[in-house]
């Protein structure tokens, strides 16, 4: 069998080589054995080719000297398909694992592993814009005051400072690149308006924003030879080690979905930008890859969780009356629509927004969503209409073609008649806890985008920050991801190379296709998840039901990760597993908050408390937090399970076992 040759050299910053050749050189090699050493001639010549420039990063503690290790480790045989190496992992490709990739590309190779195919994401779905204040008439304070208003001042004002100050050269950035936006007769880029924003500064194209701009990325990122694309492959797990007492990452565990096979990306720096968990919810705007993956995973790994319980609901998506959903999530109707005049009405056409709020249609999402539910509730009706007919056709038609043709196909003409519209989930302001650096609690693992809480959004988002955030943190990371690359040579090349060695895809960790019962069990499951997030921790929220909510999810985590441990690897399974987390932690984040503010409100606390304006910070395990007390026979996964499931095989009952299980349960309290 073949083997693979790790060599463990200093790091000679540098732009057009290899990081990671100068650290993890793999070979293949037609021996058993091979030797690892330090190839110093091969330092050399990197240094006098491209200059050993060390980067300096003031906000980071991984600002190191290059100097020359003196590790040698033991060779070990490790298959060449199971392991891939890289300088910098990242794990999605909207915009801001695109904007990121790009960047770090200029220091070494970069592995982009995606769910799906390279645009399907939360990205390509955007269509109101990404806001910049370019117009003179606007500052950077008045955007910075909409946000934070927005957020209900739970903002981190550095953050905001951060995206309001620096968003602007970000987005023209993204004009440098090619991304065609849409123009004033002057050439000059148009700017249209949004909920909560007290300026016109939302810079789009038409009404496929998002696509426009994964497009330009994509292209840039595909003609760039230092990266390299893994399309429809899902990360399961992220790799990590205990490095001078300290866990740091070191890459993930990914499953090529369409060969079947298991792959350890193995990296010094990995980037989560998974994006959100919208398909927690039963009716959501995200498409069906947003399944809480990045969140699930980092949670696993011990990263620290902050603000879940603010998940925003878009007031406007398309009710289509029960008909069926493309890729699992409901068309937006764009705030931009609201912004160029649309106003909302009940089914007798009455304007209701002026009983609830001075702003009006403008008023910030979470208002919005609020009074049209409250509406609906009251009158007993499944929605409510939003109508632009007495705009101009020309100019509807000119904003808005990509709105005007999805309605079309549902037989609306939305120059002639009024848009049915409802709330749906769209976005989670929580995420995995980062520093202005997109840095997390773990080394070498960084966020940006959806995925992460960076404080910019608080507790709740203002309209086309989204985007912006994504851009803005993408560019932030890149300097602090180098020099952690370089901190990773001194003191993680002994752990790096025993991430690669010790790869193992054989057992549970083996992909696996999964039973007809099993599968039905799971999409039986995942119904009765997304029905209990909606009905216990939606837009209008209590005590009690979120109690009982929580009670139930921590359960169903618990027969979930039964499964798991009797199952192979597989897409369902994994997307369920981490559904189900996400909902644990929206629902226990949700239950810590007394009092109402943005996005959360819980009639049990229907007033801002001071003493709440910080972050809902969850660091420890379900276990630790108590949550998980009801325990899952091996023999079944329920005291009455779903007809069809087949159960797990009873562990047998012989002293060896036992005493395996006892050194099982042992370990398992120490990780705790």
Same mark, same amino acid.
Request: with cysteine; aromatic share 6%; hydrophobic share 40%.
């Given at each position: 069998?073949?083997?693979?040759? /790790? ?28 030797? !690892? ?14 200059? +050993?420039?060390?980067?300096?990063? $003031? *906000? ?22 199971? !392991? ?5 992992? @990242? ?35 955007? $269509? ?8 003179? /008439? ?13 957020? *209900? ?80 492959? &899902?990360?399961?797990? /992220? ?26 990306? !193995? ?30 995973? +980092?949670?696993?790994?011990? +990263? ?8 925003? &609901? ?25 912004? =160029? ?138 300097? *602090?991801? !180098?020099?952690? +690359? ?72 618990? =027969? ?46 229907? &007033? ?18 108590? /949550? ?17 499931? @087949? ?14 299980? =006892? ?10």
């Amino acid at each position: 069998m073949s083997s693979l040759r /790790l060599n463990c050299p200093s790091l000679a910053q540098h732009r057009q080589t290899s990081l990671a050749h100068t650290y993890v050189s793999v070979h293949a090699s037609s021996t058993s054995r091979s030797s !690892v050493g330090i190839r110093q001639s091969h330092l050399s010549k990197v240094a006098s080719r491209v200059g +050993a420039r060390c980067i300096r990063c $003031q *906000a980071s503690p991984y600002s190191l000297d290059p100097a020359m290790p003196t590790l040698q480790y033991q060779p070990l045989e490790v298959p060449v398909t199971s !392991v891939r190496t890289c300088d910098f992992l @990242v794990l999605g490709s909207g915009i801001a694992g695109l904007t990121y990739a790009l960047k770090v590309a200029e220091f070494g190779r970069v592995a982009i592993v995606t769910k799906a195919q390279v645009d399907e994401g939360c990205t390509t779905y955007a $269509q109101g814009g990404v806001c910049a204040v370019l117009d003179p /008439l606007d500052s950077v304070e008045k955007h910075v005051q909409d946000t934070m208003v927005a957020g *209900a001042h739970l903002n981190n004002p550095a953050a905001v400072d951060a995206v309001c100050r620096e968003g602007p050269k970000a987005v023209l950035e993204l004009v440098e690149l090619g991304a065609q936006f849409t123009t004033n007769p002057d050439g000059s880029l148009h700017l249209t308006n949004e909920g909560g924003h007290s300026n016109r500064r939302v810079v789009h194209a038409a009404d496929v924003t998002g696509r426009e701009i994964e497009r330009a990325l994509i292209h840039s990122a595909k003609t760039n030879p230092n990266i390299t694309f893994f399309e429809h492959h &899902f990360a399961q797990d /992220l790799v990590y080690d205990q490095i001078n007492g300290a866990s740091h990452c070191l890459g993930a565990d990914v499953l090529d979905q369409q060969a079947g096979t298991m792959t350890r990306f !193995v990296a010094p720096v990995t980037l989560l930008a998974t994006g959100g968990g919208g398909q927690v919810y039963p009716n959501t705007t995200n498409p069906s890859v947003t399944t809480g993956d990045g969140m699930a995973m +980092a949670y696993r790994a011990k +990263a620290s969780m902050a603000n879940m319980e603010f998940v925003q &609901f878009h007031p406007t998506a398309f009710f289509s009356g029960g008909a069926p959903v493309s890729r699992g999530r409901t068309f937006l109707i764009s705030e931009a629509l609201r912004g =160029e005049g649309g106003v909302l009405y009940n089914q007798s056409m009455e304007r209701f927004m002026p009983q609830y709020d001075a702003r009006l249609e403008l008023a910030p999402r979470d208002v919005v969503a609020r009074s049209i539910q409250d509406q609906m509730m009251k009158r007993g009706e499944s929605h409510v209409l939003l109508d632009v007919s007495h705009e101009s056709a020309s100019k509807i038609m000119k904003h808005f073609p990509n709105i005007a043709a999805q309605c079309r196909q549902s037989g609306i003409d939305i120059t002639q008649q009024p848009i049915p519209v409802v709330p749906a989930q769209h976005y989670m302001c929580g995420g995995v806890q980062t520093g202005l650096l997109g840095e997390t609690n773990i080394p070498g693992l960084f966020a940006c985008g959806e995925v992460a809480c960076t404080g910019l959004h608080g507790a709740n988002r203002l309209a086309s920050n989204s985007l912006l955030e994504g851009l803005v943190f993408a560019n932030r990371a890149v300097e *602090a991801s !180098v020099c952690h +690359a370089e901190y990773a040579l001194k003191q993680a090349g002994s752990a790096l190379h025993h991430a690669a060695v010790s790869a193992d895809f054989t057992g549970s960790q083996a992909p696996a296709a999964l039973s007809i019962a099993s599968s039905e069990w799971i999409a039986a499951t995942r119904n009765e998840l997304t029905s209990l997030m909606w009905s216990n921790a939606g837009i209008v929220r209590n005590t009690s039901d979120m109690q009982k909510g929580l009670t139930r999810l921590s359960s169903l985590c618990m =027969e979930v990760k039964s499964l798991v441990k009797s199952s192979g690897v597989n897409t369902a399974l994994t997307e369920l597993r981490n559904l189900a987390t996400v909902g644990e932690l929206i629902m226990a984040s949700a239950l810590q908050r007394k009092e109402s503010r943005g996005l959360h409100y819980c009639v049990d606390f229907p &007033f801002v408390a001071q003493d709440q304006c910080h972050p809902t910070v969850i660091k420890s395990s379900m276990k630790r937090r108590n /949550l998980g007390k009801m325990k899952v026979s091996p023999h079944t996964m329920r005291m009455q399970p779903r007809p069809g499931f @087949v159960a797990p095989v009873p562990v047998s009952k012989d002293k060896s076992s036992r005493k395996a299980r =006892e050194l099982s349960r042992l370990r398992s309290v120490r990780e705790e």
